[in-house]
């Protein structure tokens, strides 16, 4: 320090001692954390990012902003997760007629002959026991029903007039049911 600024000032003049300027403010790793695992968690994000909030309020800390757009994302994340799990639980293709009647039919298409034909309508009838929606089960009952005329049309000779129409029509049914987008 050189001589001159060790004086007192002159008079009529007020001497002011420059503070450090303070520290730059930091960006909340809570509010960090609460972005990130909006996305990856939403619910632990919801919650972080909801502390940070409160922790980033009156200038203590940067990150109020990161911290109210996790709360926005994890809010979209659960409430569109809830729709679909909604929407799944009220679908017909997770119906265990719907998964049933299908294996049925596809386990036992290998070899048509009267045993395999026989089995298919028995994993038909339980499959639509199992059945939790009607629609589902009226349909599986129908193909039930045109695996058990092709099993008297194999044993006797004789194919029911329009059988094939018919099976045609009661398998599209059974799809559009149990098919996602059918």
């Known amino acids: 320090m050189s001589i ?17 300027p303070p520290p730059p403010q930091r960006t909340s790793g809570l509010a960090i954390a609460g972005f990130i695992l909006a996305i990856v968690v939403a619910p632990i994000g919801f919650v972080l990012s909801l502390i940070a909030v409160f922790k980033t309020g009156a200038g203590k ?24 799990i909604i929407a799944a639980a009220n679908s017909t293709v997770a119906d265990p007629g719907c998964i049933d009647g299908k294996n049925a039919i596809i386990n036992n298409s290998a070899t048509i002959n009267e045993q395999t034909l026989q089995k ?12 939790k929606h009607d629609d589902v089960k ?24 329009n059988l094939l129409d018919k099976v045609s029509a009661d398998g599209a049914k059974l799809d559009s049911l149990c098919t996602i987008g059918g």
């Open 138 to 161: 009226a349909a599986v009952q129908a193909v039930a029903d045109d695996y058990k005329q092709m099993l008297t049309a194999v044993k006797t000779g004789q194919v029911p007039p």
């Open 61 to 84: 800390a940067k990150g109020k902003g990161l911290a109210i757009a996790g709360i926005i994302i994890s809010l979209v994340i659960m409430a569109g997760t809830t729709v679909l």
């Open 4 to 20: 001159n600024e060790q004086l007192p000032p002159p008079p009529g003049q007020q001497y002011y001692q420059q503070a450090p």
């Open 120 to 131: 298919t309508v028995d994993e038909l009838n339980a499959a639509a026991a199992k059945a």
